[in-house]
């Protein structure tokens, strides 16, 4: 009966080398951020979402109006910030406060 070797991995966090079985629990954690729109919905990727306030936006020197859908909302990792598409608007970033679930 030959123990097997465990394999270990370097967390670039702390600066030590844990087990993979630790650094794979600690993983699946780290993922689970929960973005929530102004009032509170849970969002998450492919949402459709409404804007609820008039928004200028930088560099495209536009305004998305009150109302405005934005369809397929993709989640950031950043729990206040939303990526999304808008036509003649590339790599719009939103604030979750903003935006209300559909």
Known sequence: MADEPEDYVYDEDTGEWISAADAQASSDGAE???VRDA???????GDQVTLIKDLTVKG???TLKRGTLIKSIRLTGDPQEIDCRYDGI???????????KR
Do not use: I, P, S
């Open 39 to 45: 009032v509170g919905n849970l969002l998450a990727d």
């Open 32 to 34: 689970a951020v929960e």
């Open 60 to 62: 495209a020197g536009q």
């Open 90 to 100: 590339k790599g719009l970033v939103l604030r979750a406060e903003f935006v209300k």
